[in-house]
């Protein structure tokens, strides 16, 4: 069973333009969770989703930033006119239930130049 | 604003010792406790806490909740090199349909000399 996927690793973007995370949940599970974690820091909640559904975005930043998990496909976290604060490791997570351990992907390392 | 809080933030011990790494938490609506260990990539999980005073153990890894004084402990005893990682501790909280965010500290990172 293969865990969390998350794609790109690395993503090196320049002031202003979009990035793009795609994040594949383990096999069976429908609920999704995105955090960021800025240099020393902790991870923070950014959103949860099920499928085509946000049921909880209250971590996100009001603008620039999205998320969707269509019926098909992988979560995609959207970032537009990156600026360089958004320079972080951005970490999915997935689990079963609502009620139960998340597992993480490996990271996506966005660098805004 | 819920809150957790690690302790030491870092931590450099021999192989075959013993350590204890502290979480606090000052959340609302407490759902359960999870520890995770980060090396380069993935924070991987380690244990799901609900119910104080139970140990839960892993191999040489033990871990504990006071629900009362609001903390966890993580054991690992006979520490190994492969052991060296940054560890999370993560407070799951909220009313209702919230109770599924996780909000982590700052994680304790620990080096295990040969």
């Known amino acids: 069973n293969a865990g969390v996927m998350q794609n790109p690793r690395h993503l090196v973007r320049r002031r202003g333009q979009e990035a793009r995370l795609r994040c594949s949940p383990m096999k069976g599970h429908s609920h999704v969770y995105w955090y960021r974690q800025l240099p020393e820091e902790g991870l923070k909640f950014m959103v949860y989703?099920?499928?085509?559904?946000?049921?909880?975005e209250s971590g996100m930043p009001k603008e620039r930033f999205s998320a969707e998990f269509p019926k098909e496909g992988p979560s995609i976290l959207r970032i537009q006119q990156v600026v360089r604060g958004d320079s972080a490791a951005y970490f999915c997570a997935s689990s079963p239930q609502v009620v139960s351990e998340q597992y993480f992907g490996p990271g996506t390392r966005l660098t805004v130049t | 604003e819920d809150k957790v809080v690690q302790s030491p933030l870092s931590l450099v011990v021999h192989e075959g010792d013993t350590v204890t790494l502290n979480c606090s938490y000052e959340?609302?609506?407490?759902?359960?406790l999870l520890w995770y260990k980060q090396e380069k990539k993935a924070p991987t999980f380690l244990f799901m806490l609900t119910s104080s005073g139970i140990e839960k153990k892993s191999g040489r890894l033990s871990s504990i909740l006071d629900k009362k004084e609001l903390f966890s402990i993580l054991n690992i005893t006979a520490t190994q090199t492969g052991d060296s990682a940054v560890y999370l501790c993560a407070v799951e909280a909220g009313s209702g349909g919230s109770n599924y965010k996780l909000t982590f500290g700052k994680g304790t990172l620990l080096t295990v000399n040969p």
């Open positions: 989703l099920q499928k085509e559904n946000i049921i909880d």
């Open positions: 959340v609302t609506n407490f759902r359960s």
